[in-house]
């Protein structure tokens, strides 16, 4: 298989989406469509059936014919059955000859769709706001994000112990092609394994700053899924302690965490990250913090243990301190960006609703993944999250379809 | 039995009341005012409140406050995951707001025995307003939690109402000019 982006739309096509409602109809003179369409709006709402246009303007033998929808039918042999009194009335008034359309029952979802429907009977069509972003990508974007997918599987690769896989996570900047920050799942009391990588345009050189490095990544034997976070949320109760005789972990071990999935660290990451970055006014400042790179890792000490004061949390911290030193560009836009605005993700498994969820409220603005997630996933598996309506941001959602033999 | 309801209805308020003043505290500090307590026969053992706009992470809801307080603990008197798993199944969250879609699976992975919640979170509710996440059940893995909504949710809307009105300082800049009250 190829490698490929694929859009994943917010909403299933719908299965309805040839569907019609019968409705009762009748040609009108020009110069009476005005007013009668005025008249039925009020009388008879085409409710349900917002995106049906009341007027059909048609030609038959190089004559222009005007359609009005009058309301919806009841008995599909007989038009003027159960007709409102009020629209008999109107049928005498202009001396209308009622007969029996069929219209789409649901609003086209894609313009192929809408063409479709029209030829029914006409409807409106409104493309979703973010089509732009869905359907180009020039050969740069494709590149880089192929690439950054490639990382974050290089990642879950280099996060692997004894053939068990986990999630990872990758917060970028698209605009500046930057890591701001990555993780994987934390769920596990193994060796920690947060893991900085950094990347150039040039797409080949890829340093991960931890104990490990890819080439250790065992090729033979199954690999086994069972501890990727969001693949098996609910099965944390039953690992069992690791023990692991690994001098990696005697250094940095951390704790096990349900819910510390690798979206959830790298959104946690990306804060701290952030706090850092862009202080407060009126947070108290260290004489030298303006003066650039050393100043903020000093902030970072300063900050961590305050942090390891208060709530004693060190394995992130520590996780902080190496982030932050292989930030390729520390503070150019001085002017704090809003939660995670602008950046996006790249998850190499479908993420769960939890971690769905937690991308919606850090304000992502592109999910990308390369498995699907068939039990647990919300972005296309079990729900569509970035479909529903109700919600006050909507992120779009590609997949990056891998070849098979990937890991 | 009829006693034991009102027994149940007492308890609530009592609990609820002690999650509105973890509100409190938030709305004090700036943030969207949403508190919880998670209780354990009969007793409170855990409580955290809403630290989005501090921590610059739109995760730290209160229940992911509370949540990671108890998990800190309860690690470091040794307990193993199943034995957490085994605590969190005896446990109730008392919280003010319908837990969004997040905390709503974070608590449904956790095994949490029950949730009692003030007012409904319509934009992103994870226990019946957007999703139903309580009453997923994943084959023989996970059979859902109890939900109760409802409980003191006029005194839940009024501080959302406070918060809003001295204006939230971490929001974004609105699109639209906004209608100033004079």
């Known amino acids: 298989m190829e490698w490929k982006i694929i859009h994943v739309p917010g909403r299933e096509s719908n299965p309805d989406q040839n569907a019609t409602v019968s409705v009762v109809a009748s040609n009108v003179e020009p110069r009476a469509a005005n007013n009668l369409i005025r008249r039925l709006s009020v009388m008879v709402p085409l409710e349900n059936l917002h995106h049906v246009k009341r007027i059909r303007r048609s030609t038959s033998y190089g004559k222009v014919e005007l359609s009005v929808i009058l309301c919806l039918s009841v008995d599909e042999e007989d038009p003027l059955k159960g007709i409102p009194n009020d629209v008999l009335e109107l049928i005498n008034e202009y001396q209308l000859h009622p007969f029996i359309s069929r219209v789409p029952k649901i609003a086209a979802s894609s313009r192929e769709e809408w063409v479709q429907q029209c030829v029914h009977w006409p409807t409106s069509y409104h493309p979703p706001a973010n089509l732009d972003e869905i359907n180009v990508f020039n050969e740069e974007d494709s590149k880089a994000i192929l690439g950054f997918m490639t990382l974050a599987i290089e990642l879950t690769k280099s996060s692997h112990l004894d053939n068990q896989v986990f999630n990872a996570a990758i917060i970028v900047n698209p605009s500046a092609k930057v890591i701001v920050a990555s993780a994987c799942d934390q769920t596990d009391s193994w060796p920690a394994k947060s893991v900085c990588a950094e990347k150039t345009n040039s797409n080949d050189t890829l340093t991960v700053s931890n104990g490990f490095h890819i080439s250790d990544y065992k090729q033979n034997g199954e690999k086994s899924y069972v501890n990727v976070a969001c693949l098996n949320p609910w099965s944390w109760s039953q690992h069992k302690p690791h023990t692991c005789s690994s001098p990696v972990e005697h250094l940095t071990t951390h704790r096990w965490h349900p819910l510390k999935h690798a979206a959830l660290v790298a959104i946690g990451l990306a804060a701290a990250r952030d706090r850092i970055l862009f202080l407060v006014p009126d947070q108290p400042k260290d004489q030298s913090v303006e003066s650039g790179f050393s100043s903020i890792t000093s902030s970072v000490k300063r900050q961590k243990t305050e942090v390891s004061k208060d709530q004693g949390d060190v394995d992130s911290e520590t996780c902080i301190v190496s982030h932050v030193k292989c930030l390729p560009s520390v503070s150019e836009d001085t002017s704090r960006p809003y939660l995670c605005t602008g950046l996006d993700v790249y998850l190499t498994w479908e993420p769960c609703t939890m971690c769905a969820m937690a991308l919606v409220h850090q304000r992502i603005r592109r999910v990308f993944y390369a498995f699907p997630n068939p039990d647990a996933g919300a972005l296309g598996s079990i729900h569509r999250l970035h479909g529903e309506k109700s919600m006050n941001h909507h992120y779009t959602v590609f997949r990056v379809s891998v070849p098979e033999d990937i890991f | ?182």
Not at chain 2, 72 to 93: H, I, M, N, R
Not at chain 2, 153 to 181: D, I
Request: aromatic share 8%; net charge negative; glycine share 8%.
């Open chain 2, 1 to 182: 039995m009829g006693s034991m309801k009102e027994d149940d209805f007492q308890f609530s308020m009592t609990f609820m009341g002690l999650a509105l003043e973890q509100a409190k505290f938030a709305l004090d500090n700036l943030e969207v005012p949403v508190g919880c307590v998670i209780v354990e026969d009969g007793k409170v053992i855990g409580f955290g409140s809403n630290r989005t706009n501090e921590t610059r992470n739109a995760t730290r809801h209160a229940e992911m406050e509370s949540i990671d307080k108890l998990l800190e603990q309860w690690q470091a008197s040794g307990l193993s995951q199943s034995e957490v798993a085994e605590k969190f199944s005896k446990c109730d969250l008392y919280v003010t707001c319908e837990p969004c879609i997040m905390c709503a699976t974070a608590l449904s992975i956790l095994g949490i025995r029950a949730v009692y919640y003030g007012c409904a979170n319509d934009k992103f509710g994870g226990c019946g307003s957007v999703l139903s996440l309580h009453q997923s059940e994943i084959k023989d893995v996970y059979r859902g939690f109890k939900c109760t909504g409802g409980i003191m949710s006029s005194e839940s809307v009024t501080l959302f109402r406070n918060f809003y009105e001295q204006g939230n300082p971490n929001a974004p800049k609105p699109h639209r000019p906004v209608k100033t009250t004079q």
